[in-house]
Structures are given as structure tokens and as C-alpha cells.
């Protein structure tokens, strides 16, 4: 049980374009899901936490005109990475909040994004 | 900010225990967590601990916290070459808001 679905696993896009990623909580409900950003060799960067039927609260530096968090249902959060430039290009991983008779934090499979 | 260090590179060989260490500053830790990576794959939940406990096993994990050094470990018995992934302890604490805080991530390399 609590999985999440992340796609597309890979994306390549060019400069000046929009990227949408989607996470999906497949067998339970996820209020509050979460957006990470992994540079290589290095640990997971929060950018932004995503609360269903609300707006996202960002983490300090994290530009939210330039990632966009919709969270419309309690299985899907999606981001979009607008105008995307090179120094975008990084490994996305969203993860979600499962509750129940036990509770904790499940990642999706990630996504690269590579801007060219 | 909190800070939570791991050390960056463990090797072991196959058959051996595997210790990797984690170290933070914030002592209201609720929760910790244990989590592995494979490469180009998100993160995968291996075990947890509440801060009221001090070891916790599941099979081949043992998680061991030290409240008053602020340090959590995990073993892994009997290590095997599909255990090498990047390994990353993450904790919740109180003001935090519910957010995890992951270390900086061991990258452990079992040999034959």
C-alpha cells in the first residue's frame, strides 16, 4: 500500500518551454504532498509543500511563478516548470503523506528533466 | 536550520555488517527515518523510529538512537551487492511542521 506514481520519469525540453510533472497517490488519499529537487551526488532539496484544495507554501528561495503546484484532488499534485531554462534541468521527486494505522512519507520514482 | 550529517561513502564487503550513521542538532526529533536510493529511482522507505524508542530491528535492520548524542544508525547484517544504493536518514521535528529533513546521503558500496 501507499504508493505514488510519478510520470514522466524522464523529460527532455527545450529552453523557453513548460514541463508539467504529475504525482499520483494510487491506493490512498494525500492532503499534503511534497516537492524535491536532487541535484547529482547531493541529498533531497524541499521546494515546495502542496496542500489539496489550497496553495502551495514554498520554501524560502524557491521562485512559485516558475514552479507551479496545483494539488485540484486529493491523488493528484502535478508541477509545472514554466519558461524552463538549463539550470533547471535536475532530478524531480515528489513524495506523499500516508495515514492510517500506521503513518509516513512515500516517494515517487522521480522524474529527470533535462533543458536544452 | 536543522542540520543532519551523514558521512558520504561507506564500502563493505559482501557478507559483512554495513554501520552507517547519521548526526542532527535539533533534539525534538519525533520521528526518524531511514530511506534508500537507488541510482536514477526516488527513495524508498527501509524502516523508521519513534524518539521514544531506542533500537528498533526488522530483519537484517537494526536502527539504534542515541537521544543524547543525537545520533541514529542503522546496521545492515549480512550486506549483499544489492545493497548498494545511497542511503539517507531523514527526521521530523517538532516545528518543522510535519516537513522531513533528510542528511546528506551515504553512498554504500559492497564489494565481493
Redesign the interface.
Known sequence: GAVVS?HPSRVICKSGTSVKIECRSLDFQAT?M?WYRQFP????M?MA?SNEGSKATYEQGVEKDKFLINHASLTLSTLTVTSAHPEDSS?Y?C?A?FEGEDW???????T?LTVV | GEDVEQSLFLSVREGDSSVINCTYTDSSST?L?W?KQEP??????LT?IFSNMDMKQDQRLTVLLNKKDKHLSLRIADTQTGDSAIY?CAEIFTGG????T????T?LKVEL
Not at chain 2, 533528510?102 to 546521503?105: A, H, M, R, V
Open positions: 510519478q499534503t511534497f551526488k547531493k541529498s533531497l524541499l509543500t532530478f521527486i513524495s503523506r509516513g512519507y512515500t516517494f515517487g520514482s522521480g529527470r | 520521528y527515518y530511506y536514477g529511482a526516488g527513495l524508498q522507505l523508521y539517507f511542521g510535519n516537513k522531513l533528510f542528511g546528506t546521503g553512498q
